[in-house]
Every structure is written in structure tokens, then in C-alpha cells.
């Protein structure tokens, strides 16, 4: 696994993990990435809708989807 640049909008305190398939699994060879935060809190987080749902869960912020759409937006703009 390696770190590789998290897309834009992604919330702070969070990396994106290059990973591959193992040798048992019918995508052998294949890369996916997942997430990750820097405190250890999350690991193996499937997706940028997760990484913002749980951020905003650990921060407290209720409306998670105002949130994503910020992020949605960050990545549109990128573009």
C-alpha cells in the first residue's frame, strides 16, 4: 500500500491508500484506493461519501450531505 493524492475537497486530517487485490481474489493484480485518517480513528474507508459522513459524524456536524456536496463541488472545479 502506498499513499497517493487525495482528491480535491477530500476533508483535512484524511489520505487516500493505493491498494491491490491479493492473490485469492478474482481482481488478483488490481488497484483500488481507499481512505484513511491521520488520527487512526478510520481505516479501509470505501469511498469519498464515507470519508465526509464519518468526518462530519466526528465533528459533530449534522447535515453531512451540505458537506458532500462541497466536496462534489471542490471536484467538479478541479477539472
Do not use: T
Request: hydrophobic content about 30%.
Amino acid at each position: 500500500p502506498r499513499e497517493v493524492p487525495a482528491p480535491p475537497g477530500l476533508p483535512a486530517g484524511w489520505v487516500a491508500v493505493e491498494q491491490a487485490y491479493g492473490p485469492g481474489s478474482r481482481a488478483s493484480g488490481q488497484i483500488y484506493i481507499c481512505y484513511r485518517s491521520l488520527d487512526g480513528k478510520h481505516s479501509q474507508v470505501m469511498g469519498p461519501k464515507k470519508v465526509v459522513q464519518l468526518h462530519c459524524q466526528d465533528h459533530g456536524i449534522e447535515n453531512w450531505q451540505a458537506e458532500y456536496a462541497k466536496f462534489e463541488q471542490a471536484l467538479k472545479e478541479s477539472q
